[in-house]
């Protein structure tokens, strides 16, 4: 039986809604769901991801495969503070639960720009486990952004179980 698809992450996919030839780049893969939701949604485009982990990248790496036999899907360890594309750049940036962008993020959000197309976007992805502590990380992670070269487009919300889901959408500013 395949595995259940966490809620938090079919709703990431539902909001990033990949163009089928988005060159998208997933920052903290862990497993590989969500890489493998937006892979499937893709033509012609990538999919990027990385993780600091190795354990999580051989765990990804095995769930997604056929996307990566098929060209579709390339996952490396990396951090992302230190990760070099070779000048490639990315139309969409995504990160779920990757928690230093709500605490100290001034090195990754450096490294988000640096592989972002000027006309890419960034989505910040939370799922706290209170509702109440929802907008507080949104705000948070809104006054990291602005201090850090981006410009908060908007801000999207769901319930997730007795939680809450947060995304923030960021361009460079
Ligand atoms: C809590 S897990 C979330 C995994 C996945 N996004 C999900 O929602 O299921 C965070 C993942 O991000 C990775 N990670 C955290 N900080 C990172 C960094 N600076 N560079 C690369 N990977 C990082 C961790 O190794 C871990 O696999």
Same mark, same amino acid.
């Given at each position: 039986?395949?595995?259940?698809?966490?809620?938090?992450?079919?709703?990431?996919?539902?909001?990033?809604? /990949?163009?089928?030839?988005?060159?998208?780049?997933?920052?903290?893969?862990?497993?590989?769901?969500?890489?493998?939701?937006?892979?499937?949604?893709?033509?012609?485009?990538?999919?990027?991801?990385?993780?600091?982990?190795?354990?999580?990248?051989?765990?990804?790496?095995?769930?997604?495969?056929?996307?990566?036999?098929?060209?579709?899907?390339?996952?490396?360890?990396?951090?992302?503070?230190?990760?070099?594309?070779?000048?490639?750049?990315?139309?969409?940036?995504?990160?779920?639960?990757?928690?230093?962008?709500?605490?100290? /993020?001034?090195?990754?959000?450096?490294?988000?720009?640096?592989?972002?197309?000027?006309?890419?976007?960034?989505?910040?992805?939370?799922?706290? /486990?209170? /509702?109440?502590?929802?907008?507080?990380?949104?705000?948070?992670?809104?006054?990291?952004?602005?201090?850090?070269?981006?410009?908060?487009?908007?801000?999207?919300?769901?319930?997730?179980?007795?939680?809450?889901?947060?995304?923030?959408?960021?361009?460079?500013?």
């Amino acid at each position: 039986m395949a595995d259940k698809v966490p809620d938090r992450l079919s709703w990431a996919a539902e909001v990033v809604a /990949p163009g089928p030839a988005d060159r998208i780049l997933e920052i903290g893969c862990g497993h590989g769901v969500l890489l493998s939701l937006l892979a499937d949604r893709l033509t012609s485009g990538t999919i990027t991801a990385l993780d600091r982990s190795d354990k999580m990248v051989a765990a990804a790496t095995k769930r997604n495969a056929p996307h990566i036999a098929s060209g579709k899907a390339v996952i490396r360890q990396a951090e992302l503070s230190a990760a070099d594309f070779k000048g490639r750049l990315f139309d969409k940036i995504v990160a779920v639960r990757v928690n230093v962008f709500w605490m100290d /993020p001034a090195r990754e959000l450096a490294a988000v720009r640096r592989l972002l197309e000027p006309s890419g976007l960034f989505y910040l992805f939370f799922d706290p /486990p209170s /509702p109440t502590q929802a907008e507080p990380i949104a705000a948070k992670l809104t006054a990291n952004l602005e201090s850090n070269g981006f410009r908060v487009l908007r801000k999207a919300f769901t319930v997730i179980g007795a939680g809450k889901g947060v995304c923030v959408v960021a361009e460079p500013s």
